[in-house]
């Protein structure tokens, strides 16, 4: 049986009256690559947003390694071993690939050990090892701007695993992407799950069926269906979410 690393008990949260989650009970276990999909508005990202302590919901828990989290701060919530990656890539552009991986770990430390100490050689080694586990092994040296728009969101995940994270959360890491780096990016995420849980908000259904180990189907806040991509895409309600969504689309663009 595996060990779950995060479970989010009855969660609801309301903007203004507005139900944008509305009693969500999931869990996430160890080792797994888990997707948030559903149409726009369905509450993926809001669910985020509480996990890592942005947004405080009006009911629920939310236990990391057993631990109820809600009621933290977010930088608190970093420490305790979740980390979180927004759609556009957030490096420092004008420093080396090198030299971005530097400040990530200087910026896991206190206060006083960032001013006043070096880097160590196992955190140089662990830079060297989790730069080859993203396949940036070679640019070191090279300018964070210069990079590719993929190569650049493999960066951030790099930043994010060197200061040892054991759950990461993810809103469309793939966006913009061409098929090449997008396969690129799906087994990045697929070989970091083995030792850091990883939570993915993703649009790209291609890119869900392809890497998934379980799906979590939101929709008006709720929890419509979860479980393997292959049970999930056969369920006659998320049929009619996805299938009813794209034909109001089509009659608005030909009436």
């Not at 890592?52 to 629920?60: M, N």
């Not at 631990?67 to 930088?75: A, F, H, M, R, S």
């Not at 092994?137 to 060197?162: C, D, F, P």
Request: net charge negative; aromatic share 6%; charged share 25%.
């Amino acid at each position: 049986m595996s060990e779950s690393i995060l479970q989010l008990d009855d969660i609801s949260v309301t903007f203004d009256r507005f139900k944008a989650v509305q009693h969500v009970s999931t869990s996430v276990e160890k080792g797994e690559l888990r997707f948030f999909i559903g149409p726009n508005g369905a509450g993926k990202t809001t669910l985020l947003d509480v996990i890592c302590g942005k947004t405080k919901p009006v009911s629920g828990r939310v236990l990391f390694k057993g631990e109820n989290i809600l009621g933290k701060q977010e930088y608190e919530i970093v420490k305790t071993g979740i980390g979180r990656k927004f759609q556009v890539p957030s490096v420092f552009v004008s420093l080396t690939v090198y030299q971005n991986m530097e400040l990530a770990v200087v910026h896991s430390k206190s206060l006083f050990a960032s001013v006043f100490s070096k880097i160590t050689r196992d955190e140089k080694e662990h830079i060297r090892t989790v730069l080859e586990k993203t396949g940036l092994s070679g640019l070191e040296q090279t300018v964070a701007g210069t990079l590719s728009h993929g190569q650049k969101q493999w960066l951030e995940i790099a930043m994010l695993l060197v200061n040892g994270h054991e759950l990461l959360l993810m809103d469309e890491p793939v966006a913009g992407m061409g098929r090449t780096e997008t396969e690129m990016t799906g087994n990045l995420l697929r070989e970091v799950s083995k030792t850091c849980a990883v939570i993915v908000v993703e649009h790209d259904m291609e890119f869900v069926r392809n890497f998934s180990s379980r799906v979590t189907v939101l929709h008006e806040g709720q929890v419509l269906c979860e479980g393997p991509m292959e049970t999930v895409q056969s369920d006659p309600r998320v049929i009619e979410v996805y299938l009813g969504r794209g034909s109001e689309e089509k009659h608005a663009e030909n009436p």
